[in-house]
């Protein structure tokens, strides 16, 4: 199992574009140290106070590390469900079934915009707290979850990835 | 026949795009491409159209309030790059003067024709996304040309082959 079991964190600030962090490639870290376990419940416990908050990843809280939560239980467009999970140093290994999508993001909010992502990933990463490797495999909404908070850990946002340029629109309301 | 390209910018407004190709087809203007969009909430609109001497169709968007209209005849020629290949350019950073133009004397410096551009001022992020056509296996040097120019700026920037998406 996966599945986030660590302590209650802190509710931290979310940064938003242009800070710098979100451009940064972020460093891999030691999951099994007691800052990345702090940092895991910091995201955990950001994620679920932010309205519709599916992922979020540590340079999103200001940290340049390669560390993100997720969590698409309930959401109509997800499959494959893990509930909410933390990951450290994950890299997309697979990838297949490409997709376009609206994407939001909480660091980008007045924007969406059209995003091809692969509707079914295997990801390698290791858990916060235990450091055990894992390999997840999943497809959908998740699939699509992980590989833009990935990019957020490799310093990019979807506004790296939108499909031309009129797939960017004006965000009416963040949810 | 005659090939008009016209610009209207105005306030928007319900039925400003309805007052437009009115005024335009009651004098036997047919559009072929057009665009509109609102930009920060003025409507523009840009519309290339066949039939009419300038002069008539510009008579005829005269009576349009508020709008300022432009008209002129255009040959159908256009420049292409031969053996052009789509990529997609996306800046994003905080917002100052002299982004577009640094970034699209560097693509243009490298033989590319930007078919497509849009750009956005959210707050204090600015983004830019250009569709670019450039020449064969120029993407590599273009790549490392726009990361220097985008240093310079401060912004981030990514270049990537467009995706054809023929069925």
């Keep these: 199992m996966i599945a986030w079991a660590g302590p209650d964190g802190r509710v931290l600030p979310v940064v938003t574009a242009p800070a710098p962090v979100l451009g940064a490639v972020g460093d891999e870290v030691d999951p099994t140290s007691p800052e990345v376990v702090r940092l895991a419940a910091d995201l955990v416990a950001t994620m679920r106070v932010s309205p519709g908050c599916v992922g979020l990843a540590a340079p999103q809280v200001g940290v340049g590390a390669q560390v993100f939560c997720v969590d698409v239980t309930g959401h109509p467009k997800a499959s494959t469900v893990h509930g909410a999970f933390v990951l450290c140093n994950a890299k997309v290994i697979e990838a297949s079934r490409w997709k376009a999508g609206r994407e939001g993001c909480m660091s980008v909010p007045d924007l969406t915009g059209d995003v091809k992502r692969a509707g079914r990933v295997v990801v390698s990463a290791m858990l916060p707290g235990s450091g055990e490797p894992v390999t997840v495999t999943t497809d959908a909404f998740e699939a699509r979850a992980l590989q833009h908070e990935i990019d957020h850990c490799d310093g990019k946002l979807f506004l790296d990835r939108v499909a031309g340029a009129h797939a960017i629109y004006q965000r009416k309301v963040y949810l | ?167």
Aim: hydrophobic content about 45%; proline content about 5%; charged content about 20%.
């Design chain 2, 1 to 167: 026949m005659h090939e008009l390209a016209i610009t209207v910018i105005g306030p928007d407004r319900p039925g400003i795009v309805a007052d437009v190709s009115e005024a335009l087809a009651a004098v036997g203007a047919n559009l072929t491409d057009s665009t509109m969009t609102r930009l920060r909430g003025h409507f523009t609109m840009t519309l290339i159209c066949t039939g009419p001497a300038s002069a008539e169709a510009e008579a005829a968007l005269g009576s349009l309030k508020d709008v300022v209209t432009q008209v002129r005849s255009v040959s159908p020629e256009s420049y292409g790059v031969k053996d052009g290949e789509p990529w997609v350019v996306s800046v994003h950073g905080a917002d100052r003067l002299g982004i577009v133009a640094a970034v699209t004397r560097v693509v243009a410096a490298a033989g590319g024709n930007i078919t497509d551009l849009s750009t956005r001022l959210a707050g204090t992020l600015y983004v830019l996304v250009a569709e670019v056509d450039l020449p064969p296996a120029a993407g590599d040097e273009l790549a490392q040309q726009l990361a220097v120019a985008a240093a310079e700026l401060g912004v981030d920037v990514t270049l990537r082959q467009a995706e054809p998406e023929i069925l």
